[in-house]
Nanobody, 129 residues
Framework: QVQLVESGGGLVQAGGSLRLSCAASGRTFSGYTMGWFRQAPGKEREFVAAIRWSGGSTYYADSVKGRFTISRDNAKNTVYLQMNSLKPEDTAVYSC??????????????????????WGQGTQVTVSS
């Protein structure tokens, strides 16, 4: 059974940084695509970034490109989201997600929440102005 556990959220001032972690367990994740999503109060869940576990190719939402970096550590079975230059509008609950199939050729197909099969419980990120 796949388990995803996020950590690293918190309160930070605008312009600051946080690193979120997503510890994955339950199977071998080679061949999986991992994603980070966020959901602010009263808003729909929004795609943030995705990474292929094998090869490490990445894809970002325009709103975070140049500020956020997604990465993974194969030895630790962990996916990270490094968030720099944080803005108040980045405030949300951040969740990681995983999917194995279908294996789309482009990561741009992995921006919809319903493409993912497994989800973590989420971690709160609050950016004060």
């Amino acid at each position: 059974q796949v388990q995803l556990v996020e950590s690293g959220g918190g309160l930070v001032q605008a312009g600051g940084s946080l690193r979120l972690s997503c510890a994955a367990s339950g199977r071998t994740f080679s061949g999986y695509t991992m994603g980070w999503f966020r959901q602010a109060p009263g808003k729909e869940r929004e795609f943030v970034a995705a990474i292929r576990w094998s090869g490490g190719s990445t894809y970002y939402a325009d709103s975070v490109k140049g500020r956020f970096t997604i990465s993974r550590d194969n030895a630790k079975n962990t996916v990270y989201l490094q968030m720099n230059s944080l803005k108040p509008e980045d405030t949300a609950v951040y969740s990681c997600a995983a999917t194995r199939y279908p294996n789309y050729s482009s990561l741009s197909y992995y921006t919809a929440p319903n493409e993912y099969d497994y989800w973590g419980q989420g971690t709160q990120v609050t950016v004060s102005s």
